[in-house]
C-alpha cells in the first residue's frame, strides 16, 4: 500500500468515525487518491440523491462530436495477447480498453453540464465523466453493489432476448457476479444476489444501449462507518473494470492496454453521514495535453470475438445529453 493510499483509507475511517460528509476518489492503479470536502467546487458530482453543483446551465449549442478510435489493428493485436493467456488459463475474463481522440465543441465542464447520467463527476481541468454503473451503496447497514457487463445497441430487433441468451455475454456476467459476490463477503456476512442479469437502456447521442446488471448484497458490521476506507481498500480495484482472478487479470492488463488508466475505471463515492453511494468512473473523458481522450472498453472471454468487441468498444464513445441532442 503506497502512502498516499494509505493516507486516503485513514482519512475516510477518520472521517467516517466522526459521521462528517465527504466525497472521495479513486484511480485505477490506487496511486492518485483523494479526499474532498463535501462542498469542494475542485470537483463537482451529481449522485441519485446528492449533488454539489447547483442549479445546471443551459448549453444552447448543439454538440459537435468527432471520434479517432485507435485502428483496428492495434486493438486486435491487444486482443490477441489477451486471447493467449485466457487460453493459457491465467485469466477467464479481462476488460480491455482502449483511449480515443475525440474533438467537440464542448468543453469538459458543459459535458458535465449537459450530460444526463444518475452519476456525474467533474475534476477541474481533468477528466469528466456520465457513468451509469453503480459500484458500491452502503445504507441500513446493509452493502450492495450492482456489477454492469453485458452490453448490446437497444434499437436493435428483439435486443433483450438477444442479449440476455447470448452465452458469451451471460458467462461474462456471471463470472463477474461471482468476482463480485466473493469481494463482499471479505466485508460483510450473507452475501447474496438478489436480482440477475436485469437490464438497463442507456442513452447516447448516437443511439440506445442495454447494459446487463445484477444486485448482490451483504450485512456490515454495526460499526462499518469506523471503517470505510478499509471495506473500499478491500474492494478495490473493481471487479467489472478489471477481471478475474483479479489480481493476474491486472497484470495482464498493463500488457495489453500499454496506456495509463487514471481516473478511468476508478472509483468516485460519497458519504453522506450515514450512507455511502459509488460509481465506477466508465464513459469518461480525460484532458491530456490539450487533447481529449476518451477511454472505453469491455469484457473478454475465451468466446469473445475481436470485431464485435472493438465494434463496442467504439459505440460506447457518446455523451448522454440531456433535451439538447
Same mark, same amino acid.
Given at each position: 500500500m503506497n502512502d498516499n493510499f494509505a493516507h486516503t483509507i485513514q482519512r475516510m475511517n477518520e472521517l467516517g468515525r466522526s459521521r462528517q460528509p465527504f466525497a472521495f476518489l479513486f484511480d485505477f492503479d490506487l496511486k492518485k487518491t483523494? &479526499?474532498?470536502?463535501?462542498d469542494d467546487d475542485v470537483i463537482r458530482w451529481s449522485v441519485p440523491e446528492h449533488s454539489n453543483t447547483g442549479q445546471r446551465p443551459t448549453i444552447p449549442k448543439k454538440l459537435v462530436w468527432e471520434t479517432e478510435p485507435?485502428?483496428?489493428? $492495434?486493438?486486435?493485436?491487444?486482443?490477441?495477447?489477451?486471447?493467449?493467456?485466457?487460453?493459457?488459463?491465467?485469466?477467464?475474463?479481462?476488460?480491455?480498453?482502449?483511449?480515443?481522440? &475525440?474533438?467537440?465543441?464542448y468543453t469538459l465542464q458543459e459535458i458535465f453540464w449537459a450530460s444526463q447520467s444518475q452519476y456525474k463527476v467533474y475534476l477541474e481541468n481533468c477528466f469528466v465523466c456520465f457513468s451509469p454503473e453503480i459500484f458500491v451503496r452502503i445504507a441500513?447497514?446493509? @452493502? =450492495?453493489?450492482?456489477?454492469?457487463?453485458?452490453?448490446? %445497441?437497444?434499437?436493435?430487433?428483439?435486443?433483450?432476448? @438477444?442479449?440476455?441468451? %447470448?452465452?458469451?455475454?451471460?458467462?461474462e456476467h456471471? /463470472?463477474?457476479?461471482?468476482?463480485?459476490?466473493? %469481494?463482499? $463477503?471479505?466485508?460483510? %456476512?450473507?452475501? /447474496?444476489?438478489?436480482?440477475?442479469c436485469y437490464l438497463d437502456r442507456i442513452k447516447s447521442s448516437q443511439a440506445g444501449l442495454l447494459q446487463m446488471s445484477s444486485e448482490i448484497s451483504g450485512t456490515l458490521p454495526s460499526d462499518y462507518y469506523k471503517h470505510l476506507g478499509d471495506i473500499f481498500a478491500?474492494?478495490?480495484?473493481?471487479? $467489472?473494470? =478489471?477481471?478475474?482472478p483479479k489480481k493476474k487479470t491486472i497484470e495482464i492488463i498493463k500488457k495489453a492496454e500499454n496506456y495509463s488508466r487514471g481516473y478511468y475505471t476508478g472509483i468516485f463515492g460519497i458519504f453522506d453521514g450515514t450512507d455511502v453511494d459509488s460509481c465506477v468512473l466508465i464513459?469518461?473523458?480525460?484532458?491530456?495535453?490539450?487533447?481529449?481522450?476518451?477511454? $472505453?472498453?469491455?469484457?473478454?472471454?475465451y468466446q469473445s470475438n475481436c470485431e464485435k468487441e472493438y465494434d463496442e468498444l467504439i459505440k460506447k464513445i457518446y455523451v448522454p445529453l440531456a433535451g439538447n441532442d
Open positions: 483523494l &479526499v474532498f470536502r463535501w485507435v485502428p483496428y489493428l $492495434s486493438y486486435k493485436k491487444a486482443f490477441d495477447l489477451v486471447q493467449s493467456h485466457i487460453y493459457k488459463g491465467d485469466s477467464y475474463l479481462l476488460n480491455l480498453t482502449m483511449p480515443a481522440k &475525440v474533438t467537440t465543441n441500513n447497514g446493509k @452493502i =450492495s453493489s450492482f456489477p454492469m457487463k453485458g452490453t448490446i %445497441d437497444a434499437d436493435l430487433p428483439n435486443a433483450a432476448e @438477444i442479449l440476455r441468451t %447470448d452465452k458469451k455475454e451471460v458467462a456471471s /463470472t463477474i457476479v461471482d468476482l463480485i459476490r466473493n %469481494d463482499l $463477503s471479505m466485508v460483510a %456476512d450473507h452475501v /447474496t444476489v438478489k436480482r440477475f478491500r474492494l478495490l480495484p473493481a471487479g $467489472s473494470i =478489471s477481471g478475474a464513459r469518461f473523458i480525460e484532458q491530456e495535453q490539450g487533447q481529449l481522450i476518451y477511454k $472505453s472498453g469491455g469484457g473478454i472471454t
